[in-house]
Nanobody, 125 residues
């Protein structure tokens, strides 16, 4: 059973930055996604990264502000959050799946099988 543990959330002012980490028991052969669920909202795919060739997907609302990366040697995936806005407030989850679809189609929650417990990000002044 793949284990995923997120960390790095917190309270930050608008315009601030955070770096989220997703530590996995292994990253071998898994595509990884970051998802978020804000108050009263559905869970949405924020960014996904492939297991092998480094392909990356971002939802339009975070392009240019968030950066996903993976360190396979450390079995860790990161999500750098810059220029944060109040609407980025949510619980952020990382999730894993074996590759099934092109990344832009796969970066939706129901395509992912393994989930972490989530980390809260609150953007407020």
């Amino acid at each position: 059973q793949l284990q995923l543990v997120e960390s790095g959330g917190g309270l930050v002012q608008p315009g601030g930055s955070l770096r989220l980490s997703c530590a996995a028991s292994t990253l071998d052969y898994y595509d990884i996604g970051w998802f978020r669920q804000g108050p009263g909202k559905e869970r949405e795919g924020v960014s996904c990264i492939s297991s092998s060739d480094g392909r990356i997907y971002y939802v339009d609302s975070v392009k240019g502000r968030f950066t996903i990366s993976r360190d396979n040697a450390k079995n860790t995936v990161y999500l750098q959050l810059n220029s944060l806005k109040p609407e980025d407030t949510a619980v952020y989850y990382c999730a894993a799946t074996h590759p099934k679809l092109p990344l832009f189609r796969q970066c939706v929650s129901h395509q992912y099988n393994y989930w972490g417990q989530g980390t809260q990000v609150t953007v407020s002044s």
